[in-house]
């Protein structure tokens, strides 16, 4: 089979890349910055380099594709573009050059639902695309996983550092998935009818718990403060009437996680503290695949 892997220089791509090319399919990588690509280069078959969000642009990347695996997503606010431009846009220019060119299958990662998420923008702009794939007519797999391991390393920081912030009383829950067991549920999902996926990792824990795993990782005592979680709303509500939204779209959505309980079906292999020992550990190059998943 061969398979387009759109979004393959995140760290979600990259470990995508990595399952399918295990499981013996041809990968075609799309990219906006072919640079990014090095760390799973040798494992890609081809490359098409475009900017997502520009229709033209994506013209004939899925001609001779079986299937589309998209992990296109805004990270970061410095972008000039939207969670609308991006997560909604480019993924709707993604999936009608998909339709254009007869593709089998469409594998699309979402973002878990929670209550308290679900009024965010970027939330709702990947909501409207999982709506178009619903519609496409297109055989698809929609996956919704929770906070990825990556998004947890800001505790290993701060431990770094010497002191952990938490909000409220330490208390709000999630269950942060690896990278590694969304691409696997990816990558499954070629070979599948349509279906739609949550995906958690193995334990919920309490953000205190999640910072005390950060600082026995790097082998120092826990010195945690926590913050009254009320400021960090109130900071939240100040970023949407005062930033514009390719600022607050993405910041908004990490203070919301950080505040409310944030809780998914529990799957996956892996668990937060042995991916803390191993990004502690020197020898990580920092491309979001974890020295022992690396062939």
């Known amino acids: 089979m061969r398979v387009l892997v759109a979004g393959s220089t995140g760290y979600l791509g990259k470990h995508i890349v990595r399952q399918v090319k295990e499981r013996g399919h041809e990968v075609r990588a ?166 739609e996926v949550e995906l958690g990792g193995p334990e919920i824990l309490t953000h205190e718990q999640i910072a005390r795993q950060a600082f026995h990782a790097l082998g120092t005592p826990p010195r945690i403060t926590r913050i009254p979680a009320a400021l960090l709303k109130t900071s939240a509500a100040l970023l949407r009437r005062l930033t514009p939204l390719r600022v607050h779209g993405v910041i908004e959505f990490p203070i919301t996680v950080l505040t409310h309980d944030v809780i998914s079906p529990t799957t996956g292999d892996h668990n937060l503290a042995e991916h803390y020992r191993q990004v502690a550990t020197p020898g990580l190059t920092g491309d979001g695949i974890r020295p022992a998943d690396r062939r």
């Open 30 to 195: 799309l990219v906006h910055d072919p640079g990014r690509l090095k760390p799973v280069r040798a494992m890609t078959d081809e490359v098409f380099t475009a900017d997502a969000t520009d229709p033209d642009a994506l013209r004939d990347c899925c001609d001779g594709v079986d299937a589309v695996i998209s992990a296109i997503g805004l990270v970061g606010w410095k972008s000039k573009q939207t969670c609308w431009d991006v997560d909604y846009g480019a993924n709707r220019n993604l999936l009608l050059e998909a339709g254009r060119a007869g593709v089998g299958k469409f594998v699309y990662s979402s973002v878990v639902h929670a209550p308290a998420l679900e009024g965010l923008q970027l939330v709702r702009a990947k909501r409207a695309f999982e709506q178009e794939l619903r519609d496409s007519g297109l055989p698809y797999t929609i996956l919704f996983p929770n906070g990825f391991f990556s998004d947890f390393d800001i505790y290993l920081s701060m431990a770094r550092k010497g002191r952990v912030y938490v909000f409220g009383d330490g208390g709000f829950r999630i269950n942060p998935v690896d990278g590694a067991d969304v691409a696997t549920a990816a990558a499954e999902a070629l070979g599948a009818g349509s279906s």
